[in-house]
Protein backbone atom coordinates (compact mmCIF):
# COMPACT_ATOMS: atom_id res chain seq x y z
CA UNK A 1 0.00 0.00 0.00
CA UNK A 2 1.02 3.64 -0.21
CA UNK A 3 -0.26 5.98 2.20
CA UNK A 4 -0.56 10.08 2.10
CA UNK A 5 -0.49 10.80 6.24
CA UNK A 6 -0.76 14.27 6.67
CA UNK A 7 0.67 15.23 3.30
CA UNK A 8 0.65 19.45 2.44
CA UNK A 9 3.30 20.71 -0.17
CA UNK A 10 3.45 23.87 -1.69
CA UNK A 11 6.62 24.69 -4.45
CA UNK A 12 7.86 27.79 -2.24
CA UNK A 13 7.59 28.98 1.10
CA UNK A 14 5.45 32.32 0.94
CA UNK A 15 3.68 30.40 -2.25
CA UNK A 16 -0.07 29.00 -1.51
CA UNK A 17 -0.22 25.17 -0.66
CA UNK A 18 -1.26 23.30 -3.90
CA UNK A 19 -1.90 20.54 -1.55
CA UNK A 20 -3.66 20.67 1.79
CA UNK A 21 -4.01 17.88 4.78
CA UNK A 22 -4.21 14.93 2.00
CA UNK A 23 -5.12 11.55 3.97
CA UNK A 24 -5.48 8.50 1.11
CA UNK A 25 -4.28 5.02 0.63
CA UNK A 26 -3.79 3.18 -2.44
CA UNK A 27 -4.37 -0.74 -1.47
CA UNK A 28 -2.50 -3.43 -3.40
CA UNK A 29 -4.24 -4.13 -6.71
CA UNK A 30 -5.99 -0.60 -7.22
CA UNK A 31 -5.56 1.52 -10.02
CA UNK A 32 -6.53 5.42 -8.82
CA UNK A 33 -7.55 7.66 -11.92
CA UNK A 34 -6.76 10.94 -10.56
CA UNK A 35 -8.89 13.99 -11.71
CA UNK A 36 -8.76 17.76 -11.28
CA UNK A 37 -8.91 20.84 -13.69
CA UNK A 38 -5.83 21.99 -15.10
CA UNK A 39 -3.51 23.31 -12.66
CA UNK A 40 -5.23 21.74 -9.77
CA UNK A 41 -2.16 19.56 -8.42
CA UNK A 42 -2.61 15.98 -10.31
CA UNK A 43 1.00 16.10 -11.35
CA UNK A 44 2.18 17.24 -8.12
CA UNK A 45 -0.12 14.66 -6.13
CA UNK A 46 1.59 11.68 -8.39
CA UNK A 47 5.24 13.20 -7.73
CA UNK A 48 4.50 12.99 -4.35
CA UNK A 49 3.66 9.31 -4.63
CA UNK A 50 6.73 8.71 -7.32
CA UNK A 51 9.30 10.14 -4.14
CA UNK A 52 10.61 12.70 -6.46
CA UNK A 53 8.94 15.51 -4.85
CA UNK A 54 9.36 15.38 -0.71
CA UNK A 55 6.17 16.75 0.95
CA UNK A 56 6.32 20.33 3.08
CA UNK A 57 4.52 18.55 5.84
CA UNK A 58 3.71 14.95 6.68
CA UNK A 59 4.96 11.70 5.08
CA UNK A 60 4.44 9.31 2.76
CA UNK A 61 4.36 5.46 4.41
CA UNK A 62 4.81 2.17 2.91
CA UNK A 63 5.97 3.15 -0.60
CA UNK A 64 6.82 -0.03 -2.18
CA UNK A 65 10.99 -0.33 -3.60
CA UNK A 66 10.21 -0.67 -7.34
CA UNK A 67 8.62 2.35 -8.20
CA UNK A 68 7.69 3.16 -12.24
CA UNK A 69 6.96 6.81 -13.07
CA UNK A 70 5.99 7.69 -16.27
CA UNK A 71 6.36 11.94 -16.52
CA UNK A 72 3.92 13.88 -18.52
CA UNK A 73 6.68 14.68 -20.44
CA UNK A 74 9.33 12.34 -21.24
CA UNK A 75 12.69 14.32 -20.39
CA UNK A 76 14.66 13.73 -23.33
CA UNK A 77 17.77 15.78 -23.25
CA UNK A 78 19.77 13.06 -22.13
CA UNK A 79 23.05 11.97 -24.14
CA UNK A 80 21.98 8.85 -25.48
CA UNK A 81 20.05 6.38 -27.78
CA UNK A 82 16.82 5.05 -26.97
CA UNK A 83 18.22 1.72 -26.95
CA UNK A 84 21.38 3.14 -24.96
CA UNK A 85 19.14 4.55 -22.37
CA UNK A 86 16.89 1.77 -21.74
CA UNK A 87 19.51 -0.95 -21.88
CA UNK A 88 21.39 1.28 -18.81
CA UNK A 89 18.23 1.42 -16.69
CA UNK A 90 17.65 -1.86 -17.36
CA UNK A 91 21.41 -3.23 -16.44
CA UNK A 92 21.00 -0.41 -13.46
CA UNK A 93 17.91 -2.47 -12.02
CA UNK A 94 19.68 -6.18 -12.64
CA UNK A 95 17.05 -6.87 -15.53
CA UNK A 96 16.66 -6.75 -19.49
CA UNK A 97 15.11 -4.54 -21.33
CA UNK A 98 14.28 -6.57 -24.63
CA UNK A 99 10.74 -7.37 -24.29
CA UNK A 100 9.51 -3.80 -23.07
CA UNK A 101 11.20 -2.86 -26.43
CA UNK A 102 9.71 -5.08 -28.46
CA UNK A 103 6.25 -5.11 -26.85
CA UNK A 104 6.66 -1.15 -27.54
CA UNK A 105 7.70 -1.36 -30.96
CA UNK A 106 10.84 0.70 -30.15
CA UNK A 107 13.14 -1.50 -31.99
CA UNK A 108 13.17 0.61 -34.84
CA UNK A 109 14.52 3.54 -32.39
CA UNK A 110 16.69 1.92 -30.68
CA UNK A 111 19.64 3.46 -33.00
CA UNK A 112 17.90 6.86 -32.41
CA UNK A 113 18.97 9.95 -30.20
CA UNK A 114 16.63 10.63 -27.34
CA UNK A 115 16.28 14.13 -28.29
CA UNK A 116 15.23 12.66 -31.59
CA UNK A 117 12.24 11.13 -30.98
CA UNK A 118 9.10 11.96 -31.83
CA UNK A 119 7.39 13.15 -28.62
CA UNK A 120 5.04 9.73 -29.14
CA UNK A 121 7.71 7.87 -29.11
CA UNK A 122 9.81 9.44 -26.21
CA UNK A 123 6.83 9.01 -24.54
CA UNK A 124 7.10 4.84 -24.95
CA UNK A 125 10.75 5.02 -23.94
CA UNK A 126 9.54 7.11 -20.63
CA UNK A 127 6.88 4.26 -20.53
CA UNK A 128 9.64 1.23 -21.17
CA UNK A 129 11.61 2.58 -18.47
CA UNK A 130 9.30 2.39 -15.78
CA UNK A 131 8.30 -0.96 -16.90
CA UNK A 132 11.67 -3.01 -17.37
CA UNK A 133 11.79 -3.65 -13.63
CA UNK A 134 7.69 -4.72 -12.65
CA UNK A 135 6.70 -1.83 -10.53
CA UNK A 136 4.84 -2.14 -7.17
CA UNK A 137 3.68 1.24 -7.68
CA UNK A 138 3.33 2.16 -11.56
CA UNK A 139 2.50 6.37 -11.90
CA UNK A 140 1.70 7.45 -15.23
CA UNK A 141 1.34 11.02 -15.30
CA UNK A 142 -1.28 11.47 -18.63
CA UNK A 143 -0.20 8.71 -20.06
CA UNK A 144 -2.08 8.86 -23.40
CA UNK A 145 -0.52 12.35 -24.35
CA UNK A 146 1.46 12.05 -27.52
CA UNK A 147 0.96 8.07 -27.71
CA UNK A 148 -0.35 6.43 -31.37
CA UNK A 149 -3.60 4.40 -31.17
CA UNK A 150 -1.48 1.04 -31.18
CA UNK A 151 0.38 2.05 -28.03
CA UNK A 152 -2.81 3.86 -26.66
CA UNK A 153 -4.42 0.35 -26.40
CA UNK A 154 -1.53 -0.80 -24.46
CA UNK A 155 -1.83 1.62 -21.60
CA UNK A 156 -5.04 -0.68 -20.11
CA UNK A 157 -3.57 -3.94 -20.88
CA UNK A 158 -0.37 -2.70 -18.92
CA UNK A 159 -2.15 -1.17 -15.88
CA UNK A 160 -4.38 -4.71 -15.68
CA UNK A 161 -1.24 -6.75 -15.30
CA UNK A 162 0.60 -4.57 -13.01
CA UNK A 163 -2.77 -4.49 -10.86
CA UNK A 164 -3.08 -8.22 -11.37
CA UNK A 165 0.06 -9.19 -9.88
CA UNK A 166 -0.66 -7.00 -6.30
CA UNK A 167 0.91 -3.98 -8.04
CA UNK A 168 -0.55 -0.89 -7.50
CA UNK A 169 -0.92 2.10 -10.42
CA UNK A 170 -2.23 5.78 -9.78
CA UNK A 171 -2.80 7.63 -13.41
CA UNK A 172 -3.82 11.06 -14.39
CA UNK A 173 -6.04 11.36 -17.18
CA UNK A 174 -8.48 13.66 -19.03
CA UNK A 175 -9.67 11.75 -21.67
CA UNK A 176 -11.59 9.03 -20.07
CA UNK A 177 -9.84 5.91 -21.51
CA UNK A 178 -9.08 4.16 -17.94
CA UNK A 179 -12.71 3.94 -17.87
CA UNK A 180 -11.99 0.92 -19.96
CA UNK A 181 -10.53 -0.59 -16.66
CA UNK A 182 -13.50 -2.39 -14.08
CA UNK A 183 -12.90 -1.15 -10.43
CA UNK A 184 -11.06 2.43 -10.60
CA UNK A 185 -11.59 4.13 -7.81
CA UNK A 186 -11.48 8.05 -8.65
CA UNK A 187 -9.47 10.68 -6.61
CA UNK A 188 -10.60 14.55 -7.36
CA UNK A 189 -8.02 17.31 -6.59
CA UNK A 190 -9.87 20.38 -6.01
CA UNK A 191 -8.63 23.78 -4.02
CA UNK A 192 -5.72 22.07 -2.65
CA UNK A 193 -7.75 18.70 -1.52
CA UNK A 194 -8.15 15.63 -2.15
CA UNK A 195 -11.05 13.74 -1.97
CA UNK A 196 -12.37 10.15 -3.03
CA UNK A 197 -15.00 10.87 -5.76
CA UNK A 198 -18.08 8.52 -6.61
CA UNK A 199 -17.66 6.01 -9.49
CA UNK A 200 -18.79 7.22 -12.85
CA UNK A 201 -21.79 5.30 -13.59
CA UNK A 202 -21.16 2.96 -16.50
CA UNK A 203 -22.58 5.23 -19.51
CA UNK A 204 -23.24 2.41 -22.28
CA UNK A 205 -20.84 4.65 -24.65
CA UNK A 206 -17.68 4.36 -26.64
CA UNK A 207 -15.31 5.88 -28.38
CA UNK A 208 -14.40 5.38 -31.87
CA UNK A 209 -11.43 6.83 -33.86
CA UNK A 210 -12.45 7.52 -37.22
CA UNK A 211 -10.06 8.79 -39.47
CA UNK A 212 -10.66 11.13 -42.69
CA UNK A 213 -9.13 13.09 -45.68
CA UNK A 214 -8.05 16.96 -44.10
CA UNK A 215 -10.11 18.10 -47.00
CA UNK A 216 -13.19 16.44 -45.40
CA UNK A 217 -12.60 16.87 -42.19
CA UNK A 218 -15.31 19.56 -41.69
CA UNK A 219 -17.98 18.18 -43.44
CA UNK A 220 -17.54 14.76 -41.32
CA UNK A 221 -16.99 16.55 -37.98
CA UNK A 222 -20.59 18.59 -38.78
CA UNK A 223 -21.88 15.35 -40.15
CA UNK A 224 -21.23 13.71 -36.85
CA UNK A 225 -22.42 16.38 -34.74
CA UNK A 226 -25.56 16.47 -36.46
CA UNK A 227 -26.17 13.19 -35.50
CA UNK A 228 -25.51 13.77 -31.74
CA UNK A 229 -22.61 12.31 -31.40
CA UNK A 230 -19.82 14.46 -29.35
CA UNK A 231 -16.58 15.18 -30.75
CA UNK A 232 -13.68 14.85 -28.48
CA UNK A 233 -10.43 15.29 -30.59
CA UNK A 234 -9.35 16.11 -34.19
CA UNK A 235 -5.75 15.25 -34.62
CA UNK A 236 -3.39 15.84 -38.00
CA UNK A 237 -2.35 12.55 -38.58
CA UNK A 238 1.27 13.70 -40.85
CA UNK A 239 2.40 10.04 -41.69
CA UNK A 240 0.68 6.79 -40.96
CA UNK A 241 2.19 4.90 -37.55
CA UNK A 242 3.92 1.27 -38.54
CA UNK A 243 1.06 -1.66 -37.69
CA UNK A 244 -1.58 0.72 -38.97
CA UNK A 245 -3.86 0.01 -41.59
CA UNK A 246 -3.73 3.93 -43.37
CA UNK A 247 -4.93 5.69 -46.63
CA UNK A 248 -2.34 7.93 -46.32
CA UNK A 249 -2.00 11.67 -44.65
CA UNK A 250 -5.40 13.04 -42.82
CA UNK A 251 -7.44 13.67 -39.66
CA UNK A 252 -8.46 11.34 -36.66
CA UNK A 253 -11.95 12.31 -35.30
CA UNK A 254 -12.77 10.88 -32.41
CA UNK A 255 -16.76 10.98 -31.56
CA UNK A 256 -17.96 9.70 -28.61
CA UNK A 257 -20.67 10.86 -26.37
CA UNK A 258 -20.22 12.38 -23.05
CA UNK A 259 -18.60 10.03 -20.75
CA UNK A 260 -20.13 12.20 -17.56
CA UNK A 261 -17.11 13.75 -16.78
CA UNK A 262 -17.93 17.58 -16.67
CA UNK A 263 -16.01 19.06 -14.06
CA UNK A 264 -13.58 15.97 -13.77
CA UNK A 265 -9.73 16.10 -15.12
CA UNK A 266 -8.75 18.55 -17.02
CA UNK A 267 -5.40 19.30 -18.81
N1 LIG B 1 7.99 23.40 -10.27
C1 LIG B 1 7.00 24.23 -9.91
N2 LIG B 1 7.26 25.39 -9.26
C2 LIG B 1 6.27 26.23 -8.88
N3 LIG B 1 4.95 25.98 -9.09
C3 LIG B 1 4.63 24.83 -9.74
C4 LIG B 1 5.63 23.91 -10.19
N4 LIG B 1 5.02 22.87 -10.78
C5 LIG B 1 3.69 23.13 -10.73
N5 LIG B 1 3.47 24.31 -10.11
C6 LIG B 1 2.15 24.91 -9.84
O1 LIG B 1 1.45 24.06 -8.94
C7 LIG B 1 0.07 23.97 -9.31
C8 LIG B 1 -0.30 22.51 -9.56
O2 LIG B 1 0.40 22.07 -10.73
P1 LIG B 1 0.27 20.58 -11.27
O3 LIG B 1 1.20 20.44 -12.44
O4 LIG B 1 0.41 19.63 -10.15
O5 LIG B 1 -1.25 20.57 -11.76
P2 LIG B 1 -2.00 19.53 -12.71
O6 LIG B 1 -3.35 19.29 -12.07
O7 LIG B 1 -1.17 18.34 -12.97
O8 LIG B 1 -2.19 20.39 -14.01
P3 LIG B 1 -2.24 19.91 -15.57
O9 LIG B 1 -3.54 19.18 -15.73
O10 LIG B 1 -2.22 21.21 -16.29
O11 LIG B 1 -1.03 19.06 -15.81
C9 LIG B 1 -0.10 24.88 -10.52
O12 LIG B 1 -0.55 26.13 -10.07
C10 LIG B 1 1.30 24.98 -11.09
O13 LIG B 1 1.47 26.21 -11.75
Known amino acids: MVRFDGVWFRYGRRTDWTLREVEASVEPGDTVVVLGRNGAGKSTLLQL ?8 RGLIKERPPVVGWVPERFPADQPFTAGDYLHRMAALRGVKAGDWIERLLLTEHTGTRL ?4 KG ?3 KVGLAQALIARPGLL ?19 IVAEVTASGGMV ?11 LPKAIHWQVSDALVA ?15 KVRRAEAP ?9 GHQILDVRDVAAPQPHQASSGPGLTITPGASSGREGGAGS
Open 139 to 157: ILDEPWEGLDSVARTLIPE
Open 196 to 210: RAPAAPPTGEVIIEV
Open 49 to 56: AAGVLRPS
Open 219 to 227: QAVARLKAE
Open 115 to 118: SDLS
Open 121 to 123: TAQ
Open 170 to 180: LVSDHRGEIDN
